[in-house]
């Protein structure tokens, strides 16, 4: 198992494999949060861009996830990859994005997910499929011949990592474990080998 100083540059080399043997998804992760009463929750995601500063997804501020993460800015990310045997898991602080990174992504999206953004209150109780089909006819009928905006409740968090944590399966459960974790104030990384 290759060690790096960076564990971006360690993520990097092996969402690189993730994206050449996954079948689908290989930007699929679970995130945990926990509300304001302290109860945990954990639901999949898909990380839509990372780097030096951390892993960005995007969602409804007003859905569970978001909610959570604006009570309780703190979070833990897991990426499982079946095909290599491999998962990171990452916990740390998490921002709301930039209105201009939320503008970018939304206008990249199918018009069909825009559409979608505007017709789920996502989290809150339906009362049958076909209230969110009729939504759905609403926001087409709104926006038709024109942009799709992006709705003021919609937009993406980035998780900035202070611990990564890379698992490799090995024989007989004697797995390969190395935890990164940020030194406080600082931006340089202490490295850590763990028993499986």
Request: proline share 6%; aromatic share 12%; with cysteine.
């Amino acid at each position: 198992m290759t060690q790096h100083q960076n564990p971006l540059n360690f993520f990097q080399n092996w969402y690189n494999q993730a994206c050449a043997s996954e079948a689908e998804d290989p930007n699929a992760m679970s995130l945990a949060t926990v509300d304001a009463h302290g109860m945990p929750s954990v639901r999949i995601v898909l990380m839509k861009h990372y780097d030096e500063q951390g892993l960005v997804f995007h969602t409804n501020l007003e859905s569970q996830k978001g909610r959570d993460l604006m009570a309780n800015a703190h979070a833990a990310l897991c990426f499982h990859w079946k095909s290599l045997k491999r998962s990171v898991r990452l916990q740390g602080d998490v921002h709301v994005i930039s209105t201009p990174e939320a503008d970018a992504y939304f206008a990249s999206r199918p018009r069909a997910s825009q559409i979608g953004a505007w017709a789920s209150l996502q989290s809150r109780p339906l009362q049958n499929r076909a209230e969110l089909e009729a939504r759905v006819r609403r926001f087409e009928q709104q926006f038709d011949g024109q942009n799709v905006p992006r709705p003021p409740y919609w937009s993406g968090f980035r998780l900035c990592p202070i611990r990564w944590e890379f698992w490799q399966d090995q024989p007989s459960r004697l797995h390969d474990r190395w935890v990164y974790q940020r030194a406080k104030n600082d931006k340089t990384w202490s490295i850590q080998q763990l028993f499986p």
